[in-house]
């Protein structure tokens, strides 16, 4: 087989790219390890930033996610029962929309199917040859036949734990880390939002979020030890302590009930550079991951699309400098999401080993952001997603 761009994962990164690249005439492949089914069945992220917004749009993917979307003007940051909101309308004239991961996802298998662009489901043993030759191909085995597929260019979308970062070798690899010593237990639950907006809560108990995905779909969060298992955790014990970490209003207002999904991620920072090797390039959690607070993971992951979409149109008419400067552009914003999330992460939650100096001051910074609007204009720009 021969096509322009192998695009490596099926998530939404991937298939993102693949819209984008299809609209510009570009055909690509898609290798997805997964059945469908289950990639749709996995439970993610549910914000998007206005640049991410833009590109379904651009992708023509927009309409059912501007029809059936929640737009939000803000946010609610909570301390103990102290709270306040930041407005994001007021510090950046912009906003954020909640709509699942999951939805998006199904709206770009729709698009795709729709044009008969290939997604080669359950491919196994993916492999990656002469990324760094004029001849990059791809082997992968499906129903026990290998199969090759000799391509322009690579897009590792694949994952964290994909096989596209491995391919670049340690000597020209370089990786940051950071392990946070908690996770976040969430559960998904069949009942209304507690609050229109989500809710971001600090308290000596540790951190809490409230979120949402649809008017009768709850997405709730808390931090908890990472030797914890969900099934430590029952739902009543799972509600009370949600309640115990945020304002008393919100918790007299908290509907409960069973939870339809529990589970519990650890939490951690990383970074691999460069995101381009030869004719290979990252995209998403191949390259890097964040901590979820402030909801920059898939949002991060579609900033690197946008740069490679727009660096393999240009290339496609005669113009390399953004395949050139792909890791560069996608790099400078990510390291900036990483230290929004690392931030937010560091203002919220309980560390184990923290002092009572420590506490202190992580009390003084969450009543200088409620004071200061200046620092609120700072976080609302980072949240709704800085320029492109």
């Not at 909570?78 to 709206?107: L, N, P």
């Not at 191909?137 to 597929?149: A, C, M, N, P, S």
Request: charged share 25%; hydrophobic share 35%.
């Amino acid at each position: 087989m021969r096509t322009q761009v192998c695009i490596i994962g099926g998530g939404p990164s991937g298939l993102l790219l693949g819209q984008l690249l299809h609209r510009q005439g570009i055909e690509t492949v898609i290798l997805e390890r997964k059945t469908k089914d289950y990639v749709l069945g996995r439970i993610r992220a549910g914000i998007l930033e206005r640049g991410t917004v833009g590109l379904m749009r651009e992708a023509g993917v927009g309409a059912r996610m501007d029809r059936e979307c929640f737009v939000h003007d803000g946010t609610v940051i909570s301390y103990g029962d102290d709270q306040f909101r930041i407005d994001f309308t007021e510090h950046t004239g912009s906003h954020v929309v909640v709509y699942g991961q999951t939805e998006m996802t199904r709206d770009l298998y729709e698009a795709r199917e729709a044009v008969g662009a290939l997604i080669v489901y359950e491919a196994e043993g993916v492999t990656i040859h002469g990324a760094d030759s004029d001849a990059a191909h791809v082997t992968y085995v499906k129903d026990g036949t290998e199969h090759r597929i000799d391509c322009d260019f690579i897009a590792g979308c694949d994952g964290f734990h994909g096989v596209s970062r491995q391919a670049i070798p340690l000597s020209t690899r370089r990786e940051y880390e950071k392990i946070y010593p908690f996770g976040w237990l969430g559960v998904l639950s069949e009942t209304p939002p507690v609050h229109e907006e989500l809710i971001y809560a600090g308290s000596e108990r540790g951190f809490a979020l409230c979120s949402m995905r649809n008017a009768n779909l709850s997405r709730y969060y808390i931090q908890c030890s990472l030797s914890d298992s969900p099934s430590d955790w029952t739902d009543a014990a799972f509600w009370q302590e949600l309640k115990r970490r945020i304002p008393g209003e919100h918790a007299d207002a908290l509907v409960t009930g069973p939870t339809i999904e529990k589970s519990i991620a650890p939490l951690r920072s990383f970074v691999t550079e460069p995101m381009r090797w030869g004719r290979l390039f990252l995209c998403g959690d191949a390259a890097h991951i964040v901590p979820p607070t402030g909801a920059k993971g898939l949002n991060t992951a579609a900033s690197d699309v946008h740069y490679l979409y727009t660096g393999l149109t240009q290339h496609y008419q005669g113009d390399d400098e953004g395949l050139e400067r792909y890791s560069e552009r996608a790099l400078a914003r990510v390291w900036k999401a990483e230290r929004f999330s690392w931030s937010m992460t560091n203002l919220l939650h309980r560390y184990p080993d923290m002092s009572p100096f420590d506490i202190k001051m992580q009390q003084a910074d969450v009543a200088f952001l409620r004071s200061n609007t200046q620092a609120q204009s700072v976080l609302a720009q980072n949240y709704i997603g800085l320029p492109y």
